[in-house]
């Protein structure tokens, strides 16, 4: 089964600027995840999906952040205007959500960000 | 240049021995914790997890051990590889209340193995 695909892999913008993360889940995966990953530490949750409804955002930047799933599969991950500190690997991920419990997250390559 | 993995604990060890990686938790209430490989320049990928109502759990080289008295996770991998080399992050979910299986993530450590 292919794997949570993300694009682009890179990318590099100035201050102020807007940029744009897409990615696709494991076919059959209900659950949808935003992490951000700054660098030497673990992923942060910014934002969970159940289907296409938001279920937990309260560590969404949201004066800067949105992000949208509108069919409930491919989400992308908006950023507007950027700031030095978004600087990070924006991580997505999936799961089944047959048990939110059990479910195992299914990482994504990420998206290396570099805000200039 | 970049100041890579200078804040994280790292663990060397040589090709064939076994590896410990530690992992304190804070949440008393998780109910599951799960270990998580990650490679330079790739995503976390899963290794293994526990429930809460287990100490111990195997799988192919790898050994997790749960120790709540203490809110303690570990992480053994038998006959270390150099394909083992990556940061290992242990990871605590609370399936209760609004948390609906949200993953927090512990510091991690950098795994060198020396061939």
């Known amino acids: 089964e292919a794997g949570v695909a993300q694009s682009p892999r890179y990318k590099i913008i100035e201050k102020r600027q807007s940029v744009a993360f897409w990615c696709n889940p494991i076919?059959?995966?209900?659950?949808l995840y935003w992490y951000q990953q700054i660098l030497g530490q673990g992923p942060k949750l910014l934002i969970q999906f159940q289907n296409n409804g938001v279920v937990d955002d309260s560590q969404l930047p949201k004066d800067r952040f949105s992000a949208e799933r509108l069919k409930g599969v491919d989400s992308t991950l908006k950023i507007q205007p950027a700031k030095l500190e978004d600087s990070a690997v924006y991580l997505c991920?999936?799961?089944?959500?047959?048990?939110?419990?059990?479910?195992?997250?299914?990482f994504g390559p990420g998206t290396r960000l570099t805000v200039l | 240049g970049e100041s890579v993995g200078l804040h994280l604990p790292t663990l060397s060890v040589q090709e064939g021995d076994n590896s410990i990686i530690n992992c304190a938790y804070s949440?008393?209430?998780?109910?599951?914790f799960i270990w998580y490989k990650q490679e330079s320049g790739k995503g976390p990928q899963f290794i293994i997890d526990i429930r809460s109502n287990m100490d111990k759990r195997q799988g192919q080289r790898v050994t997790v051990l749960l120790n709540k008295t203490v809110k303690h996770l570990s992480l053994q991998i038998a006959a270390t590889q150099p394909g083992d080399s990556a940061v290992y992050f242990c990871a605590e979910k609370d399936a209760g209340g609004t948390s609906y299986g949200k993953l927090t993530f512990g510091q991690g450590t950098i795994l060198t193995v020396h061939p």
């Open positions: 076919s059959g995966h209900a659950t």
């Open positions: 991920a999936s799961s089944r959500f047959r048990d939110p419990a059990a479910d195992t997250q299914y």
């Open positions: 949440n008393s209430a998780s109910d599951y």
